[in-house]
Structures are given as C-alpha cells and as structure tokens.
T-cell receptor, first 109, second 113 residues
C-alpha cells in the first residue's frame, strides 16, 4: 500500500530551527509537496520538490531524496505564527496526491 | 474576497438527511476537487473534475455525489448522511500547470447526528 509517515507533533522554541521529516512509500513518484495548515483554516502551499536536493524559500527550505523516499521541511528563525500543522503529500505514478496525517508544530516563547 | 469559497462554513444535520456543500471559485481554474479531513488522517480525495464534462471518483466516493454546474462551481452531495461522514470538507482548485499546487477553500465542518 501507499504510505506517508510524519511525526504527529513537535515542539520548538521561538527563534530556533526545526526540521520536520516525511518518509514515503508510494507507487511511483511525481513530486512532493509541503502545505501549512493553521488550526481551523485551509491548507496553503509551501513548497514543491521533484528533483533531489534543497529548495530554499525565505525562512523555509524543503529537501528531497528520492532514493531514500525522504523529505524534510526546515523552518528557521521560528515565529509564533509558525504554530500550525505541516502536511506532506506525494504525487504518485497516477498523478494522485497521497497525504500524510500532518505534523502539529507548537512554538513556545 | 476569497478565491475559493465554500458554503456553508458549518452544518449540523441528522442521519438520513440529504445535504449539499457548495464550492465556487474565481481563479479561472479548470480542475476542482473535494477532500475530507479527519483527525489523525491525511486528506482523502472524494471526487475530482478536470472540466465541466469530466467527473472522476476519488479514494472514498461511496455515499457521495458531485455536480459540476459550471467551470466555477462544484458541489458535493451526501444523499443520506450518516454519522461517520462527520468531518471537515475542503474544496480545492488547481490550474493543471507545472507543480499543480492546490488552492483550498476555507472548509465546511459537517456534523451528522
């Protein structure tokens, strides 16, 4: 079966750095997405990786290793507004999105 | 104004009732999707449509139906609601280009008693 694994919850301190991991086993691979979802709100797009390596976008970076079935989202200089759930999703060989359950990130002052 | 609008935002209904959730978008996208989100689970695709004449079942279509009335409108119906359809429902759109990132509506929290 297809599976996306990410930690259920993480806690970090304001101003620090946190890495949220995502491992996947899917039927084929056509890209990996990270979305941010604040409580009670809609998911919003953060990043997209289709080739191995690091994609940097401001305080957020996303890394992909296709051979390892692994990605991470790196958040730097954490702010209280970064408290949210972070959803990892993989597009499989049928171009269907498979979603992880999300990682709830709690930022403490 | 929101680019993807869902109505209602919240709905409480009783088992056996028919209910319709509506979605409209001003993004001009051809592709529209309905997802449900349950605590501890990833988003699951119910139905999707790539244009007005195209309707496709997703992972969990049983108990649901959809109608694509126009490019901008995509509605989801529960013909006879049951308690395990209690969930947060999201409509989403994409332009079908490049990464094909999704743009989500604000969601409809549905409770079936």
């Amino acid at each position: 079966g297809q599976n996306i694994d990410q930690p259920t919850e993480m806690t970090a301190t304001e101003g620090a750095i946190v890495q949220i991991n995502c491992t996947y086993q899917t039927s084929g691979f056509n890209g990996l997405f990270w979305y941010q979802q604040h409580a009670g709100e809609a998911p919003t797009f953060l990043s997209y990786n289709v080739l191995d390596g690091l994609e940097e976008k401001g305080r957020f970076s996303s890394f992909l290793s296709r051979s390892k079935g692994y990605s991470y989202l790196l958040l730097k200089e954490l702010q209280m507004k970064d408290s949210a759930s972070y959803l990892c999703a993989v597009r499989d060989s049928n171009y269907q999105l498979i979603w992880g359950a999300g990682t709830k990130l709690i930022i403490k002052p | 104004d929101a680019d993807v609008t869902q109505t209602p935002r919240n709905r409480i209904t009783k088992t056996g009732k028919r209910i319709m959730l509506e979605c409209s978008q001003t993004k001009g996208h051809d592709r529209m999707y309905w997802y449900r989100q349950d605590p501890g689970l990833g988003l699951r695709l119910i139905y999707y449509s790539f244009d007005v004449k195209d309707i496709n079942k997703g992972e969990i279509s049983d108990g649901y139906s959809v109608s694509r009335q126009a490019q901008a409108k995509f509605s989801l119906s529960l013909e006879s609601a049951i308690p395990n359809q209690t969930a947060l429902y999201f409509c989403a759109t994409s332009d079908g280009q490049g990464a094909e990132k999704l743009f989500f509506g604000s969601g409809t929290q549905l409770s079936v008693l």
